[in-house]
């Protein structure tokens, strides 16, 4: 962007000592206007320094100025027009490139009338000198070609990135169906033969093994992690998609299994991206369902803050952790992590001062001007 604004000064810069040269050694008496008429000169070129973020303001600009030195009796090229033209048409902005155009191939001639010249014949022979409406068509087609070329271009990006997704997309299917047939049915006979071994030796009065409760326990942990996994990886467009609507039916279902979970909304709603509202839903998910398993917690709050350019979520519960003994991060918040760092953001999980944990994240949000 910095790149673009310096070479835009450069052209502007250029334009205007072109014209003001051209105007300088123009052979003509000098007269009462000639200072207003480098004044437009000047002006003219240096408008086009605008040229990317107001195509239509600067075609207007350059167009006046144009007309005003030719009727003070400037005799020089609109060339600061032909770029306004060109910059106008490559912004997409032909009708007013066409129209304003046709306007001038009229006006040209009555502001050299205005100048001082005395038939009309002359004033349109001049002013095929001044505006060549071959270097018109010229500088609307330049404009036309390059619009197109770099909307092709965003085409093919485009491209790219959705035959980049629906690999990936084919990827993480394939990954989920090899770890269903590989995994899910070892860890399932796992978790079953040492549920019933505890089952036996419970019913015949004999002591548990800890290895045995420890092998169901982790099979259970196993089972669990695992169907989470395959959820996450088989979350594509055949399944529908969560976002921050449905926010509340986590906090409440939080509820329902025990959890005195409470949310918090603030700010102007607006709407959000979808792979924003996606990441703030698994990460609401997510952070419930580890109050849920480990920490211990009685209470859960989750707070989601719409900002100006940014979406903060919050989950705050009072469980066991503590400042001195930080759990040891998992798969869970490994996931979330990664998801906030796709899009730009900032996660920080850590146990809080006066006890229990906390899961912020900033997500970035880009509304458009």
Not at 78 to 93: D, E, I, N, S, T
Request: hydrophobic fraction near 50%; proline fraction near 4%.
């Amino acid at each position: 962007m910095n790149r673009a604004r310096v070479l835009d000064g450069l052209v502007a810069a250029g334009v205007a000592a072109a014209l003001l040269v051209a105007g300088l050694s123009a052979t003509r008496e000098a007269t009462a206007f000639d200072p207003l008429g480098y004044a437009l000169l000047v002006a003219g070129g240096l408008a086009l320094v605008a040229r990317r973020r107001a195509p239509v303001v600067v075609l207007g600009v350059t167009a006046a100025c144009a007309l005003g030195y030719q009727a003070v009796g400037f005799e020089v090229p609109v060339v600061a027009y032909l770029f306004a033209v060109y910059a106008a048409v490559r912004a997409g902005h032909r009708v007013a490139a066409v129209v304003a155009s046709v306007l001038m191939l009229g006006a040209v001639p009555l502001a050299l009338l205005a100048s001082g010249l005395h038939t009309t014949g002359e004033a349109f022979t001049q002013a095929r000198d001044v505006l060549q409406l071959a270097w018109l068509i010229a500088a609307g087609a330049a404009g036309e070609a390059l619009r197109q070329a770099e909307r092709r271009a965003d085409e093919a990006e485009r491209t790219r990135e959705e035959t980049a997704r629906r690999r990936a997309d084919e990827e993480r299917l394939h990954i989920a169906r090899e770890l269903h047939d590989s995994l899910t049915h070892q860890i399932s006979v796992i978790k079953v033969q040492a549920e019933v071994a505890v089952h036996v030796a419970r019913k015949r009065g004999e002591d548990v093994p800890d290895a045995l409760l420890a092998i169901r326990d982790a099979g259970r942990e196993a089972a669990r992690e695992l169907r989470a996994t395959l959820e996450a990886l088989r979350d594509d467009d055949k399944n529908p998609r969560h976002g921050l609507d449905d926010v509340p039916e986590l906090v409440r279902r939080a509820r329902t299994a025990g959890l005195d979970a409470r949310l918090t909304i603030e700010g102007a709603h607006t709407d959000v991206p979808v792979a924003v509202g996606r990441t703030a839903y698994r990460i609401v998910q997510e952070s419930l369902t580890n109050v849920a398993r480990h920490a211990a917690a009685a209470t859960a709050s989750v707070r989601i803050d719409h900002r100006p350019g940014a979406l903060v979520i919050r989950v705050d519960d009072d469980g066991k952790s503590t400042v001195d003994k930080a759990p040891e991060p998992g798969v869970g918040l490994l996931g979330m992590r990664e998801r906030v760092t796709a899009l730009g953001g900032r996660l920080e999980a850590a146990p809080r001062g006066e006890g229990g944990f906390r899961v912020e994240a900033e997500l970035p949000v880009d509304h458009p001007a």
